[in-house]
Nanobody, 124 residues
């Protein structure tokens, strides 16, 4: 089970940190990844992290503004979002999948488990 939280309303230029708590399974070999979906658009990769080893992947357009991290003691993955823009407005989902190769980690259909999503709204 994945429980995402931390969304809300923020002004452009502001920051938010999303959290995703994973429960019910051992996360070794899993990818924990954030995706987002804006109205009328397809779900897209934000950032992912491989639980064992910490390998990360980011959407090219978000590198430098967004940072993914994990706390193994809390089974939690975080997404720190800085310098937010109105175009970052979306529902943000965390997802998990075991044993993905790196090239598959950014593809939504690779993921077996999804959280409920948390809405991020960035006002101009």
């Amino acid at each position: 089970q994945l429980q995402a939280s931390g969304g809300g309303l923020v002004q452009a230029g502001g920051s938010l940190t999303l959290s995703c708590v994973a429960s019910g399974r051992t996360l070794n070999s899993y990818w924990l990844t954030w995706f987002r979906q804006a109205p009328g658009l397809e779900r897209e990769l934000v950032a992912g992290i491989r639980w064992t080893g910490g390998t990360t992947t980011y959407a090219d357009s978000l590198k430098g503004r967004f940072t993914i991290s994990k706390d193994s003691t809390r089974n939690t993955v975080y997404l720190r979002m800085n310098s937010l823009k109105p175009e970052d407005t979306a529902v943000y989902y965390c997802a998990a999948a075991p044993r993905l190769i790196y090239s598959m980690a950014g593809i939504p259909s690779s993921y077996d488990y999804w959280g409920q999503g948390t809405l991020v709204t960035v006002s101009s």
